[in-house]
Protein backbone atom coordinates (compact mmCIF):
# COMPACT_ATOMS: atom_id res chain seq x y z
CA UNK A 1 0.00 0.00 0.00
CA UNK A 2 1.47 3.54 -0.85
CA UNK A 3 -0.08 6.88 0.26
CA UNK A 4 0.32 10.02 -1.50
CA UNK A 5 -0.40 13.61 0.79
CA UNK A 6 -0.89 16.51 -1.62
CA UNK A 7 -1.50 19.80 0.43
CA UNK A 8 -3.65 22.45 -1.29
CA UNK A 9 -5.39 25.95 -0.85
CA UNK A 10 -7.57 28.00 -3.22
CA UNK A 11 -6.26 26.17 -6.48
CA UNK A 12 -9.20 25.04 -8.07
CA UNK A 13 -8.32 25.24 -11.61
CA UNK A 14 -5.41 23.59 -11.40
CA UNK A 15 -5.92 20.88 -8.76
CA UNK A 16 -8.70 19.93 -11.69
CA UNK A 17 -5.73 19.34 -14.49
CA UNK A 18 -3.58 17.90 -11.93
CA UNK A 19 -6.21 15.29 -10.53
CA UNK A 20 -7.33 14.84 -14.10
CA UNK A 21 -3.72 13.58 -14.87
CA UNK A 22 -4.28 11.18 -11.47
CA UNK A 23 -6.21 9.11 -14.27
CA UNK A 24 -4.11 7.72 -15.83
CA UNK A 25 -1.49 7.06 -12.96
CA UNK A 26 -0.02 3.33 -13.82
CA UNK A 27 -1.54 1.42 -10.27
CA UNK A 28 1.51 0.03 -7.97
CA UNK A 29 1.83 -3.39 -6.06
CA UNK A 30 -0.42 -3.14 -3.63
CA UNK A 31 -2.17 -0.30 -4.52
CA UNK A 32 -2.54 3.39 -3.74
CA UNK A 33 -5.03 5.89 -2.18
CA UNK A 34 -4.62 10.00 -2.07
CA UNK A 35 -5.04 12.07 0.43
CA UNK A 36 -5.65 15.82 -0.41
CA UNK A 37 -5.81 18.18 2.83
CA UNK A 38 -7.66 21.32 1.86
CA UNK A 39 -5.75 23.88 4.01
CA UNK A 40 -8.42 26.54 3.98
CA UNK A 41 -9.41 26.95 0.46
CA UNK A 42 -12.44 29.61 0.24
CA UNK A 43 -12.46 28.86 -3.90
CA UNK A 44 -14.44 25.86 -5.16
CA UNK A 45 -11.24 23.28 -4.65
CA UNK A 46 -12.92 21.05 -2.04
CA UNK A 47 -15.76 20.67 -4.71
CA UNK A 48 -13.10 19.96 -7.69
CA UNK A 49 -11.47 17.19 -5.55
CA UNK A 50 -15.14 15.78 -4.13
CA UNK A 51 -15.91 15.52 -7.80
CA UNK A 52 -12.98 12.85 -8.38
CA UNK A 53 -14.17 10.47 -5.64
CA UNK A 54 -15.90 7.96 -8.19
CA UNK A 55 -12.66 7.78 -10.33
CA UNK A 56 -9.88 8.07 -7.82
CA UNK A 57 -8.59 6.76 -4.30
CA UNK A 58 -9.27 9.93 -2.92
CA UNK A 59 -9.83 11.34 0.64
CA UNK A 60 -10.30 15.27 1.49
CA UNK A 61 -9.69 16.07 4.99
CA UNK A 62 -9.38 19.84 6.43
CA UNK A 63 -6.69 21.86 8.07
CA UNK A 64 -8.42 24.91 8.64
CA UNK A 65 -5.02 26.67 10.49
CA UNK A 66 -2.64 28.34 7.69
CA UNK A 67 0.23 26.81 6.53
CA UNK A 68 1.51 24.17 4.60
CA UNK A 69 3.57 22.42 7.24
CA UNK A 70 0.43 22.39 8.83
CA UNK A 71 -2.22 20.71 6.49
CA UNK A 72 1.00 17.89 6.08
CA UNK A 73 0.48 16.94 10.31
CA UNK A 74 -2.68 16.72 9.72
CA UNK A 75 -2.42 14.22 7.27
CA UNK A 76 0.54 12.65 8.64
CA UNK A 77 -1.91 10.62 11.09
CA UNK A 78 -4.01 8.94 8.50
CA UNK A 79 -1.43 7.72 6.58
CA UNK A 80 -2.00 3.93 5.52
CA UNK A 81 0.47 1.48 3.86
CA UNK A 82 4.25 1.04 3.86
CA UNK A 83 5.44 4.21 1.39
CA UNK A 84 4.49 7.88 1.86
CA UNK A 85 4.62 9.83 -1.11
CA UNK A 86 4.64 13.67 -1.08
CA UNK A 87 3.75 16.63 -4.01
CA UNK A 88 2.13 19.64 -4.70
CA UNK A 89 -1.25 20.35 -6.32
CA UNK A 90 0.47 21.70 -9.13
CA UNK A 91 2.60 18.42 -10.11
CA UNK A 92 1.49 16.36 -12.92
CA UNK A 93 3.03 12.98 -12.45
CA UNK A 94 4.13 10.54 -15.18
CA UNK A 95 2.00 7.89 -15.79
CA UNK A 96 4.43 5.43 -13.74
CA UNK A 97 5.11 7.56 -11.41
CA UNK A 98 4.14 5.45 -8.08
CA UNK A 99 5.26 2.17 -9.57
CA UNK A 100 8.45 3.61 -9.78
CA UNK A 101 8.27 4.81 -6.71
CA UNK A 102 7.90 1.30 -5.65
CA UNK A 103 10.52 -0.39 -7.59
CA UNK A 104 13.02 1.75 -6.17
CA UNK A 105 11.62 1.34 -2.53
CA UNK A 106 12.28 -2.70 -3.30
CA UNK A 107 15.40 -2.24 -5.27
CA UNK A 108 17.30 -0.08 -2.30
CA UNK A 109 15.78 -1.56 1.36
CA UNK A 110 19.21 0.48 3.02
CA UNK A 111 17.16 4.08 2.38
CA UNK A 112 14.62 5.57 3.42
CA UNK A 113 13.91 8.54 1.48
CA UNK A 114 13.45 8.40 -1.99
CA UNK A 115 14.12 11.76 -3.86
CA UNK A 116 12.37 12.16 -7.63
CA UNK A 117 12.84 14.71 -10.37
CA UNK A 118 10.75 18.14 -10.84
CA UNK A 119 10.84 19.82 -14.27
CA UNK A 120 9.61 23.31 -15.20
CA UNK A 121 6.19 22.70 -17.00
CA UNK A 122 6.21 26.41 -18.25
CA UNK A 123 2.59 28.08 -18.64
CA UNK A 124 4.70 30.12 -21.36
CA UNK A 125 8.00 30.17 -22.76
CA UNK A 126 10.69 31.81 -19.80
CA UNK A 127 12.80 34.56 -21.58
CA UNK A 128 16.44 33.42 -21.98
CA UNK A 129 17.25 35.18 -18.44
CA UNK A 130 15.28 33.42 -16.60
CA UNK A 131 16.95 30.16 -18.43
CA UNK A 132 20.49 31.04 -17.72
CA UNK A 133 20.85 33.33 -14.76
CA UNK A 134 18.05 32.50 -12.55
CA UNK A 135 18.83 29.34 -10.05
CA UNK A 136 16.06 27.22 -11.11
CA UNK A 137 15.78 25.14 -8.06
CA UNK A 138 14.98 27.64 -4.83
CA UNK A 139 13.35 29.58 -7.54
CA UNK A 140 10.45 27.27 -9.38
CA UNK A 141 11.67 24.13 -7.63
CA UNK A 142 13.52 22.55 -10.55
CA UNK A 143 15.86 19.68 -10.08
CA UNK A 144 19.93 19.84 -10.95
CA UNK A 145 19.69 18.47 -14.23
CA UNK A 146 22.95 16.73 -13.49
CA UNK A 147 22.22 14.74 -10.62
CA UNK A 148 22.41 11.35 -10.91
CA UNK A 149 21.00 8.24 -9.79
CA UNK A 150 22.22 6.96 -6.24
CA UNK A 151 22.70 8.58 -2.68
CA UNK A 152 22.42 12.21 -2.24
CA UNK A 153 21.43 14.97 0.65
CA UNK A 154 18.42 16.56 1.85
CA UNK A 155 19.03 20.18 -0.44
CA UNK A 156 18.46 17.49 -3.68
CA UNK A 157 15.07 17.01 -2.37
CA UNK A 158 11.72 18.70 -3.84
CA UNK A 159 8.79 18.76 -2.37
CA UNK A 160 6.38 17.89 -5.18
CA UNK A 161 8.49 14.46 -5.41
CA UNK A 162 9.76 12.76 -2.80
CA UNK A 163 8.86 9.53 -0.94
CA UNK A 164 9.45 8.38 3.02
CA UNK A 165 9.07 4.72 4.29
CA UNK A 166 6.19 5.37 6.23
CA UNK A 167 8.20 3.90 9.60
CA UNK A 168 10.47 6.49 9.41
CA UNK A 169 7.84 9.12 9.80
CA UNK A 170 6.53 7.64 13.12
CA UNK A 171 7.05 11.00 15.81
CA UNK A 172 7.91 12.71 13.38
CA UNK A 173 6.44 16.51 12.00
CA UNK A 174 6.71 19.28 10.08
CA UNK A 175 8.14 22.47 11.59
CA UNK A 176 4.89 24.95 11.20
CA UNK A 177 7.61 27.60 11.19
CA UNK A 178 8.37 27.85 8.05
CA UNK A 179 7.13 27.09 4.82
CA UNK A 180 4.39 28.60 2.94
CA UNK A 181 2.08 30.51 5.04
CA UNK A 182 1.06 33.46 3.41
CA UNK A 183 2.82 35.98 1.10
CA UNK A 184 5.71 35.89 3.43
CA UNK A 185 7.61 32.88 5.13
CA UNK A 186 11.08 31.25 5.57
CA UNK A 187 10.83 28.50 2.68
CA UNK A 188 12.20 24.96 2.92
CA UNK A 189 9.12 23.42 4.19
CA UNK A 190 10.26 20.13 3.07
CA UNK A 191 14.11 20.72 3.24
CA UNK A 192 13.51 21.50 6.84
CA UNK A 193 11.80 17.96 7.12
CA UNK A 194 14.06 15.81 5.36
CA UNK A 195 17.38 17.56 6.87
CA UNK A 196 15.49 15.82 10.56
CA UNK A 197 15.19 12.59 9.09
CA UNK A 198 18.70 12.65 7.10
CA UNK A 199 20.41 13.37 10.47
CA UNK A 200 18.16 10.55 12.41
CA UNK A 201 19.95 8.51 10.13
CA UNK A 202 17.89 8.17 7.22
CA UNK A 203 19.63 8.11 3.99
CA UNK A 204 18.59 9.34 0.57
CA UNK A 205 18.20 8.01 -2.73
CA UNK A 206 18.01 10.29 -5.76
CA UNK A 207 15.94 8.51 -8.99
CA UNK A 208 16.43 9.94 -12.10
CA UNK A 209 14.23 8.40 -14.01
CA UNK A 210 10.80 9.92 -11.89
CA UNK A 211 9.89 12.37 -12.87
CA UNK A 212 6.93 15.20 -12.28
CA UNK A 213 6.40 18.43 -14.29
CA UNK A 214 6.11 21.39 -11.62
CA UNK A 215 3.44 24.28 -13.40
CA UNK A 216 5.03 27.71 -13.33
CA UNK A 217 2.56 30.58 -13.75
CA UNK A 218 3.80 33.46 -16.56
CA UNK A 219 3.01 35.84 -13.80
CA UNK A 220 6.23 34.42 -11.90
CA UNK A 221 8.48 35.45 -14.87
CA UNK A 222 9.96 38.20 -13.65
CA UNK A 223 12.67 39.55 -11.69
CA UNK A 224 10.55 41.21 -8.42
CA UNK A 225 9.33 37.61 -8.10
CA UNK A 226 12.74 35.99 -8.65
CA UNK A 227 14.33 38.37 -6.19
CA UNK A 228 11.47 37.55 -3.85
CA UNK A 229 11.96 34.44 -3.88
CA UNK A 230 15.83 34.71 -2.84
CA UNK A 231 15.07 36.79 0.54
CA UNK A 232 12.86 34.06 1.56
CA UNK A 233 15.38 31.54 0.59
CA UNK A 234 17.57 33.64 3.25
CA UNK A 235 15.00 33.45 5.56
CA UNK A 236 14.87 29.10 5.34
CA UNK A 237 18.50 28.89 5.41
CA UNK A 238 18.64 30.59 8.22
CA UNK A 239 16.02 28.81 10.06
CA UNK A 240 17.15 25.19 8.63
CA UNK A 241 20.84 25.75 10.18
CA UNK A 242 20.31 27.39 13.26
CA UNK A 243 18.38 23.98 14.21
CA UNK A 244 21.55 21.97 12.86
CA UNK A 245 23.94 24.70 14.55
CA UNK A 246 23.11 25.82 18.41
CA UNK A 247 26.30 27.72 19.50
CA UNK A 248 26.21 31.05 20.69
CA UNK A 249 27.20 33.72 19.05
CA UNK A 250 28.13 37.61 18.94
CA UNK A 251 24.71 39.13 17.75
CA UNK A 252 23.00 42.78 17.81
CA UNK A 253 19.43 42.75 18.24
CA UNK A 254 19.22 39.29 18.37
CA UNK A 255 21.55 39.02 14.74
CA UNK A 256 24.62 37.61 14.43
CA UNK A 257 27.35 40.45 13.50
CA UNK A 258 28.97 37.66 11.17
CA UNK A 259 25.88 37.85 8.61
CA UNK A 260 25.70 41.86 8.95
CA UNK A 261 29.15 41.61 8.11
CA UNK A 262 28.09 39.77 5.33
CA UNK A 263 25.28 41.79 4.62
CA UNK A 264 27.28 44.79 4.30
CA UNK A 265 30.18 43.41 2.03
CA UNK A 266 27.11 42.33 -0.46
CA UNK A 267 25.84 45.60 -0.60
CA UNK A 268 29.06 47.00 -1.86
CA UNK A 269 29.46 44.01 -4.35
CA UNK A 270 26.14 44.11 -5.65
CA UNK A 271 26.31 48.16 -6.19
CA UNK A 272 29.72 47.36 -8.24
CA UNK A 273 27.82 44.97 -10.11
CA UNK A 274 25.15 47.60 -11.17
CA UNK A 275 27.49 49.94 -12.34
CA UNK A 276 30.43 46.93 -14.14
CA UNK A 277 28.82 46.79 -17.26
CA UNK A 278 27.88 43.12 -16.91
CA UNK A 279 24.05 42.38 -16.60
CA UNK A 280 24.43 38.80 -15.58
CA UNK A 281 27.07 39.85 -12.76
CA UNK A 282 24.93 42.56 -11.54
CA UNK A 283 21.82 40.21 -11.38
CA UNK A 284 23.47 37.68 -9.69
CA UNK A 285 25.12 39.77 -7.06
CA UNK A 286 21.68 41.31 -6.43
CA UNK A 287 19.85 37.74 -5.52
CA UNK A 288 23.16 37.10 -2.90
CA UNK A 289 22.26 40.12 -2.01
CA UNK A 290 18.78 39.23 -1.22
CA UNK A 291 19.56 35.86 0.07
CA UNK A 292 21.71 37.18 2.86
CA UNK A 293 19.04 39.88 3.70
CA UNK A 294 16.25 37.43 4.02
CA UNK A 295 19.01 35.54 6.71
CA UNK A 296 19.11 39.12 8.44
CA UNK A 297 15.63 39.65 8.60
CA UNK A 298 15.02 36.00 9.89
CA UNK A 299 17.25 36.24 12.93
CA UNK A 300 15.77 39.62 13.60
CA UNK A 301 12.27 37.91 13.52
CA UNK A 302 13.35 35.00 15.34
CA UNK A 303 14.69 37.56 18.45
CA UNK A 304 11.88 39.96 18.03
CA UNK A 305 9.50 37.22 18.66
CA UNK A 306 11.39 35.28 21.34
CA UNK A 307 11.71 31.75 19.17
CA UNK A 308 13.36 29.22 20.75
CA UNK A 309 16.51 30.56 18.90
CA UNK A 310 16.73 33.65 19.99
CA UNK A 311 18.99 33.85 23.17
CA UNK A 312 21.66 30.91 21.41
CA UNK A 313 21.81 31.54 17.78
CA UNK A 314 23.44 29.22 15.81
CA UNK A 315 26.80 29.15 14.12
CA UNK A 316 26.31 28.36 10.97
CA UNK A 317 29.94 27.81 7.64
CA UNK A 318 30.17 30.40 5.62
CA UNK A 319 28.97 28.30 2.25
CA UNK A 320 25.65 27.63 4.13
CA UNK A 321 23.58 30.94 5.06
CA UNK A 322 23.63 33.34 2.19
CA UNK A 323 26.75 32.60 0.57
CA UNK A 324 25.79 32.51 -2.99
CA UNK A 325 23.65 30.08 -4.79
CA UNK A 326 22.35 26.92 -2.92
Partial sequence: MLT?????????????????????????DGGWRLIVIDNGSQDD??????????????????????????????????????????????????????RR??????????????????????????????????PLGP??????????????????????NFAVRSSALRGVQFDIDIGPKGKSYPMGSETAFVWRLFRAGHRIWHTADNVVEHFVEASKLNRRFVLRRARLLGRGQYRIHLERHISPVPSIAGVPRFLLRRLLAQTGAAVAARFGGDPRKAFDADWQLRTRFGAVEEAWRIARDGDAGSTSLGVARDREIGAGHP
Avoid at 76 to 94: H, I, R, S, W, Y
Avoid at 105 to 134: S, T
Fill in 45 to 98: TPVVVRSFADRLPIRLVTEPAPGKNRALNRALPLVEGDLTVFTDDDAFPKPDWL
Fill in 4 to 28: VLMPTRNRASIIREVLESYLALESP
Fill in 101 to 134: YRRVAAAHPDFDLFAGVVVPRWEVPPPAWIVGWV
Fill in 139 to 160: TFTATDPGLVEGPTVPSHVYGP
